[in-house]
């Protein structure tokens, strides 16, 4: 055990409250609703060539998220947690009637003018995108349990976020309606549910006080990955404006 491990273990275990107030205020300083492009985003001060360059770009992390989530599952020998966490795949990639969030994001990206098929390839993606949600699915594949479950945990500050977002965009911007939207109202509903649980599981989990650390750390290290897809978006499309080679260009977009 490394000196800093054994240092961390020997200190108090925190109290459930005080647990849960170490990893909100984690979202209070670092989450990405306090990244300037999402304040030009939902403060209509984009174009739509920029707003299509954010919803292609988030598409990759869409379709991560159940890939983490399949690679979480798969490493739990207990079944009962499987059971609680496999639904979270199947609201990103559908079920029975419901087509799931992802084919949501894909009438987004239709209604900004992008072409399905090339969302769906990630060759226009930056970079930094996808090797930020690369970084969370192997994150969630090698760490313990425990703490790849609390990196889900910004969803507890996401519905804040989306409903700036679906009131934000849908003031300033004429080319999004209702039906594009449509991904955040139901994430308003999903991500409370599936952010209690994993907060009540680490909670329940984390036995040592280096394991409470070990799951703040993870909240940290996953507003980092949301952060960084920001800044490589505004440094792509706002200022300044360097589109690295072979990514999204606005103006090939009609109307870009
Ligand atoms: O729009 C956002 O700001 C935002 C953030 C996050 C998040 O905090 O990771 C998620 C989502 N949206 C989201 O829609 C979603 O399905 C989701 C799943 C997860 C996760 O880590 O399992 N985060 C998020």
């Known amino acids: 055990m490394s000196e800093r491990r054994a240092a961390s273990d020997a200190k108090t275990l925190w109290t459930p409250d005080e647990f849960e107030a170490a ?6 300083e670092r989450y990405h609703d306090l990244h300037p492009f999402h304040q030009l985003l939902h403060g209509g001060k984009l174009n739509k060539g920029q707003v299509a360059a954010w919803a292609l770009n988030r598409y990759c992390y869409q379709s991560a998220v159940p890939r ?3 690679a979480f599952v798969s490493r739990v020998f207990d079944r009962q947690l499987r059971r609680d966490w496999i639904h ?3 609201e990103h990639d559908g079920h029975g009637e419901d087509p799931g969030g992802i084919e ?3 009438v987004l990206t239709d209604g900004l003018g992008l072409d399905r098929g090339y969302v769906q390839s990630m060759e226009g993606a930056l970079p930094a995108t996808r090797f930020a949600v690369e970084a969370y699915v192997r994150f969630v594949r090698e760490e313990p349990l425990v703490v790849a479950v609390a ?3 910004t969803e507890l500050f996401a519905p804040k976020i989306h409903k700036e977002r679906i009131s934000g965009m849908l003031e300033n911007y004429d080319f999004i309606d209702d039906d594009v939207m449509a991904y955040f109202k139901k994430r308003l509903v999903q991500a409370p549910n599936d952010a209690g649980f994993a907060l009540d599981f680490i909670k329940a989990h984390a036995e040592t006080r280096a394991e409470q650390e070990a799951c703040v750390a993870a909240v940290r290290f996953k507003c980092n990955v949301l952060w960084a897809q920001l800044d490589a ?7 300044p404006a360097w589109i690295p080679p072979g990514a999204f260009n606005p103006e090939t977009l009609d109307n870009g």
Do not use: E, F, N, T
Request: glycine residues 4%; charged residues 20%; aromatic residues 8%.
């Open 23 to 28: 990893i909100r205020a984690v979202g209070a």
């Open 68 to 70: 983490k989530d399949a």
């Open 88 to 90: 979270r795949v199947l």
């Open 104 to 106: 949501r994001w894909l």
């Open 151 to 153: 990196s889900s945990l």
């Open 233 to 239: 978006l505004h440094h792509a499309y706002v200022s």
